[in-house]
């Protein structure tokens, strides 16, 4: 016998006095639905989550709970108003002989339940309202972005509890790879219209594709037909007038089908420029180590980071990561060793805290009263990379409409201030960039390109995320703090990291399933030789570049083969020769690279 869905929207409208956020929406969840709800920044997913929780009232349409169903809803920014500690939110709803649930899942959610939510950092507060709903274990569990803020051990050891479980659930995250082990159905909120794939994450980039080929199909034969029928009606309705009214009706109803059609948001018009050429070297630190009164941040540590390199820094909560990347940075001395910069170094830092940002002043003024952005004594134009723009025009670039240029900070989204501080971070140039955190709550289009933009980038990235996927896009190398201060450096990103450190320490991948005992203890595997995202990524682009290459030199040999130019045009022949110089430079440099790759590929 079939069972009743556990929640079910009909004809859903809603609309906060402006443009609709729904309209006729539908959409059921079934017992043991495992969804990822997802859409653009700003397309209604929170919204949506709380009229499935019942939290926020639609204009039109119904609500059904099947009968005797319990619902649980984590929200991105939780309230504890009237609670003295964290805990005490926790465990409001269960029965004091359950309370010990919530210490259980405390210590691997990384929080302290005797803490005073006022005194609590966001991520704390969030995790203990995560910590709430796992204890409550309901039959429908809501979560809205329940992975920011956890480490990448407690991401994975909430992957664990949410394949366990037996309750149904829908998540909002930007999360890939989370929601990829995770979701066997997928509900795409686009434009006001919701729609389901009985597929999991995996699987919604192609569908997504899919869907915007064909709609891009059908706009394109509408226009062709409106413009073939209005051809017909200026040239032939004059003969015609009374007997071909209907056509002329048809048309008129073509042209308002058009005009009705919602665009697609594009992305962000993110553009990252390095400044100057920073020297082949740009940090070596030697034997750092810093502490805290009797607590090791870190032990000596080395590294050299040289030009263009991608350096991720994973580990923990509270172990250390920020930290070394103010010491790396000259933020903060070293308790020992030594930090060497190299030279004309530029630094650009977007900080996890968003701590930049005014929430009270609005988005027009944290642009145009940062000084590196004034203009001048303009009050409506901002620098961006040398270049005056006016605000509202550069926040349209970045996905804010002219209506939120005068809205206070404190009224964006986790997403839109990531944009915004987005657009601070790019209107200057830089050739390292420091970015702690970036990825939460960027929606997975704006972590596309900002992907696409890391990998394009000229300069160095000194780069914090818990996020798998990103680090494994993204890293040519990762430090990982591996407990007691001890930091390693691996060659690539977070999947390279997992194969290369030795299975007897480090933080273990609770993902895999645990070794089975043995009577002695194998060798430990050689490192993997796989490439990373970016590897690959180049091994792909070499072939073109060194092409590129050739084509120039022989352009270069067969200008200088004229033996004229020298006493001709002595000039352009001196750069002719620096050109050829360093095209062949470069070359040779390209196919040793490739060599090496395309060895390691095949490995």
Not at 173 to 181: I, T, W
Not at 417 to 429: D, E, S
Not at 506 to 513: A, L, N, R, S, V
């Amino acid at each position: 016998m079939a069972r009743a869905p556990l929640l079910q929207l009909s004809d859903i409208s809603l609309t906060f006095g402006g443009d609709p956020v729904f309209s006729e929406l539908d959409l059921v969840v079934q017992p043991g639905d495992r969804v990822a709800l997802v859409g653009r920044n700003g397309s209604g997913k929170s919204t949506l989550m709380k009229v499935m929780a019942g939290l926020i009232e639609p204009d039109r349409g119904d609500r059904v709970l099947s009968p005797g169903t319990t619902t649980g809803y984590m929200e991105q920014e939780p309230t504890m108003e009237g609670f003295a500690t964290l805990g005490d939110f926790a465990t409001s709803t269960l029965d004091p002989a359950e309370a010990y649930k919530v210490e259980m899942v405390a210590d691997d959610l990384t929080f302290d339940p005797a803490t005073e939510p006022s005194k609590a950092s966001g991520g704390e507060r969030r995790r203990a309202a995560l910590a709430k709903l796992l204890a409550e274990a309901p039959e429908l569990m809501l979560l809205d972005e329940p992975t920011n803020h956890l480490d990448i051990r407690a991401i994975a050891w909430l992957e664990d509890q949410l394949k366990s479980t037996r309750s149904g659930f829908v998540l909002i995250s930007h999360d890939r790879a989370f929601l990829r082990n995770l979701t066997k159905a997928t509900l795409w909120i686009d434009r006001g219209a919701v729609r389901r794939q009985e597929k999991g994450f995996e699987n919604f980039e192609d569908w997504r594709d899919k869907v915007w080929e064909d709609e891009d199909i059908h706009r394109h034969k509408l226009d062709r037909k409106i413009k073939a029928e209005a051809r017909w009606a200026v040239e032939g309705i004059s003969a015609r007038r009374k007997r071909n009214q209907g056509r002329v009706r048809a048309l008129q109803d073509l042209r308002e089908t058009r005009s009705n059609m919602v665009r697609r948001q594009g992305t962000a018009a993110m553009d990252l420029e390095s400044g100057q050429q920073s020297g082949k070297k740009v940090i070596e630190a030697e034997d750092i180590a810093k502490s805290y009164g009797d607590r090791t941040i870190l032990r000596p540590f080395s590294i050299k980071i040289g030009r263009g390199d991608r350096v991720a820094f994973v580990g923990p909560n509270g172990v250390g990561k920020t930290t070394l990347l103010k010491m790396l940075t000259g933020e903060i001395e070293p308790d020992e060793g030594r930090v060497k910069h190299g030279t004309n170094l530029e630094i650009a830092v977007f900080d996890q805290a968003r701590a930049q940002l005014d929430p009270e002043m609005s988005l027009w003024d944290s642009l145009t009263g940062t000084p590196e952005m004034r203009v001048g004594g303009a009050a409506d134009q901002v620098m961006v990379r040398g270049t005056p723009r006016h605000v509202v025009g550069y926040l349209k670039d970045f996905l804010f409409s002219e209506a939120q240029a005068r809205a206070p900070v404190r009224s964006l989204s986790g997403g839109e201030k990531a944009r915004l501080l987005l657009a601070r971070l790019m209107a200057k140039p830089s050739n390292l960039l420091v970015l702690d955190e970036p990825t939460n709550d960027l929606d997975i289009e704006t972590l596309d390109l900002l992907q696409d933009l890391l990998s394009d980038y000229d300069g160095t990235v000194l780069l914090v995320s818990h996020d798998r996927d990103f680090l494994d896009r993204v890293a040519t190398q990762t430090v990982a703090f591996e407990g007691e201060g001890r930091a390693m450096a691996y060659a690539g990103g977070w999947s390279d990291y997992l194969d290369q450190k030795p299975d007897d320490r480090g933080m273990t991948d609770p993902q895999k399933p645990a070794p089975k005992p043995k009577a002695a203890a194998p060798a430990a595997p050689a490192p993997s030789k796989k490439l990373s995202f970016t590897e690959s990524h180049r091994l792909k682009t070499l072939p073109d570049e060194i092409a590129r290459l050739e084509g120039e030199i022989e352009k270069l040999e067969q200008l200088l083969a004229d033996s004229d130019l020298f006493t001709r045009e002595p000039v352009k022949f001196k750069k002719a020769t620096e050109a050829l110089s360093d095209r062949q430079t470069k070359l040779s440099a390209a196919e040793d690279e490739w060599l090496i790759l395309e060895e390691k590929s095949q490995s």
